[in-house]
């Protein structure tokens, strides 16, 4: 199903068809969590997730997608507002439409990783985890650069 949610100027999307991949793949192989990202990788992650566009008029001017099993988990991922568009309270109501979108509700667990955004998600209810300790990954920050 596909959500749209409507303020002022700005309209939030879920619809896949309207993703401006040019300015999404613009900013993310610049951002610090993905740098040099390869234009296929960002059209084959938005088609596996549930992607939230921001656009003001017809141009896309922000993004977030989740990653979820639509039952217990959920990961939020390369959220971005575009920087023109940043300091009037976009983010935010990203963040509203994403933790108020009917087909998440009931999750168990909602996690992100940041470096410079805790002050937003915290208003949302994200917290350090508890367990630290209790968590694994597997990191490859370079993946994109290992050619």
């Known amino acids: 199903m596909i959500y749209e949610y409507q303020k002022d ?18 900013f993310l192989s610049t951002s610090y969590w993905s740098p040099n990202i390869p234009m296929e ?17 017809e141009n ?23 920087e023109s568009e940043r300091g009037k309270g976009i983010s935010k109501w990203l963040m509203e439409c994403i ?5 998440l509700q009931g999750l ?4 992100l990783a940041t470096r410079d955004a805790h002050g937003l998600y915290a208003q949302f209810g994200f917290t350090p985890l508890d ?5 694994m990954q597997i990191a490859r920050p370079n993946i994109y650069n290992e050619k």
Do not use: C
């Not at 700005?10 to 613009?26: A, P, W």
């Not at 933790?99 to 087909?103: G, K, L």
């Not at 367990?131 to 968590?135: E, H, K, Q, S």
């Open 99 to 103: 933790t108020q979108q009917p087909d």
């Open 131 to 135: 367990n630290p300790d209790i968590m």
């Open 41 to 57: 990788i960002v059209k084959r992650a938005a088609e596996h997730s549930i992607t939230f566009g921001i656009y003001k008029s």
């Open 60 to 82: 896309q001017v922000g993004y977030a997608r989740i990653i979820s099993d639509y039952a217990t988990f959920a990961y939020l991922a390369d959220v971005f507002v575009l």
């Open 108 to 111: 168990r667990r909602w996690m």
């Open 9 to 26: 100027e700005y309209t939030i999307s879920t619809d896949k068809t309207k993703l401006q991949f040019d300015v999404i793949h613009g």
